[in-house]
């Protein structure tokens, strides 16, 4: 199974597939707008700003998995990291990424990446960075800051 082939949902329940952004890099981030770490979000949409028009997508999706960080609608997250976080990358439906109703999307991603002692997701922005061919290249913790990670960008989109 490639990444293409899996659905996502915007906030208002509309979904569309992954294969949208075949050819482009995604940023794949699980995000919660009451964490500690949502400072970060300053950090995706600057590199999403400085890369989109060189084929980068930043792709967020928000979840309540820990410590009840976000716990509104799908709707309310997006207009929370847009109103108070100035965020212009897309946004999608709340989802759970660890346990028995993980969303297909993350299944993908911590299949095929290593985790540090397991592959479960550890907390809120834990960020994947996915090539022009679909293929994980890479999974960052939480605490790995943005401005970290743009180096291993730019190398991929050159």
Known sequence: MSIYDITVNKPNGNSYPLSEYEGKVMLIVNTATKCGLSGQFDGLEEIYQNYKDKGLVVLGFPSNQFANQEPGTSEEAEETCRINFGVTFPIHEKITVNGKNTHELF??????????????IKWNFTKFLVDQNGEVIDRFGPQVEPAKIEEKIRKILA
């Open 107 to 120: 299944q993908h991603l911590k299949n095929n990446t290593k985790g540090f002692l397991s592959k479960e």
